[in-house]
């Protein structure tokens, strides 16, 4: 009896699997090499990376296991710190405005108005451009003879020391970041804006609504999910930042006194500089797990201001 309900549940088990797999074989074939890429490029890296953060290793020599050592040098290495901190300033001053002023501009961009096409190809090119290119742009434009200090003296103001000055350095390097990376926010919320049903703001008029109240209440509720897409994959970017430092920094050394140098720069000058490859792995495991709890949060708070969410 006991043999017979056995061999019933193993051929009910095979019959099972026989349909399921029937029915989901083509889209595990279909999906197969995306998955393969995903793991020969990212999961497997990934995984030797971590390995390579316990040792000490300059690429010349074999890797020395030294258990947690660099990631204890993560808290007394005075320049971590500094690197840090310049990262989240970048990331805090960046990802806000490029949110507000992208918006600003798809709003306006949302209304009928003649050469639409061409305003909107406009905002996207710099995204394209090469990152290279944009550098070499602003770090003429910045310079002490360029355009804008040009300018700036034309109207009888002093001249300021952009790229070379502490105050300045970072700031400037982070408000090139929002121009070059507008045109794909814009985009973005552009789709957004044009999804929102035109019913809804007719009748909200017609209750006596204002403008701004019908951003308010209907707009802006509508195109939540947008601005949190938008904010998370901004902060992700702004968080990894690295070409536009590296090309813009004074001497390509993060300078002046470190003051633009971010994580993902010093990440590079351990790796490909300094030859500490077990050092500069713990640093990019620390801004993994630095970039999960932010996101994290972000999608736990979702929930008080995306519309549509529980």
């Known amino acids: 009896m006991e043999n017979s309900q056995m061999l019933e549940s193993k051929t009910t088990f095979f019959q099972r699997f026989k349909k399921v797999y029937k029915k989901y074989i083509w889209g595990y074939i279909f999906i197969f090499p995306s998955m393969l890429i995903i793991l020969l490029?990212?999961?497997?890296?990934l995984i030797i990376g971590f390995i390579i953060s316990f040792t000490d290793w300059?690429?010349?020599?074999?890797?020395?296991?030294?258990?947690?050592?660099?990631?204890?040098?993560l808290f007394s290495d005075p320049v971590t710190a500094k690197v840090f901190g310049n990262t989240f300033y970048y990331a805090f001053l960046s990802v806000p405005l490029n949110l507000l002023?992208?918006?600003?501009?798809?709003?306006?961009?949302?209304?009928k108005i003649k050469g639409l096409s061409f305003f909107r190809t406009a905002y996207y090119i710099p995204v394209v451009a090469a990152s290279v290119a944009v550098s070499a742009i602003w770090?003429?434009?910045?310079?002490?003879?360029?355009?804008?200090?040009?300018?700036?003296?034309?109207?009888?103001?002093?001249?300021v020391n952009f790229l070379h000055d502490t105050k300045y350095a970072l700031t400037s390097i982070a408000l090139v970041d929002v121009w070059?990376?507008?045109?794909?926010?814009?985009?973005?919320?552009l789709a957004a804006l044009q999804d929102v049903p035109e019913d809804l703001r007719d009748a909200a008029k017609v209750d006596?609504?204002?403008?701004?109240?019908?951003?308010?209440?209907?707009?802006?509720?509508?195109i939540s999910p947008a601005i949190f897409f938008t904010a998370v994959m901004g902060i992700i970017g702004s968080l990894q930042t690295f070409d536009l430092v590296f090309n813009m920094s004074m001497k390509h050394e993060g300078g002046p006194a470190r003051a633009t140098?971010?994580?993902?720069?010093?990440?590079w000058q351990n790796a490909f500089k300094y030859s500490k490859m077990g050092y500069a792995a713990s640093l990019s495991f620390a801004l993994m797990a630095i970039l999960m709890i932010l996101t994290i949060i972000q999608w736990q708070m979702r929930r008080k201001w995306v519309y549509g969410e529980e």
């Open 101 to 111: 002023i992208s918006l600003g501009l798809a709003l306006a961009l949302n209304q």
């Open 139 to 159: 770090v003429w434009m910045l310079s002490d003879f360029g355009m804008i200090n040009t300018t700036l003296n034309n109207l009888g103001l002093q001249s």
């Open 208 to 222: 006596g609504a204002n403008g701004v109240s019908i951003f308010k209440h209907i707009t802006l509720p509508l």
């Open 58 to 73: 300059n690429l010349l020599s074999s890797p020395e296991f030294i258990g947690l050592q660099n990631y204890v040098r």
């Open 261 to 267: 140098s971010t994580v993902g720069f010093y990440i």
């Open 180 to 189: 070059k990376n507008l045109g794909f926010n814009v985009v973005i919320f």
């Open 41 to 45: 490029f990212k999961l497997i890296p």
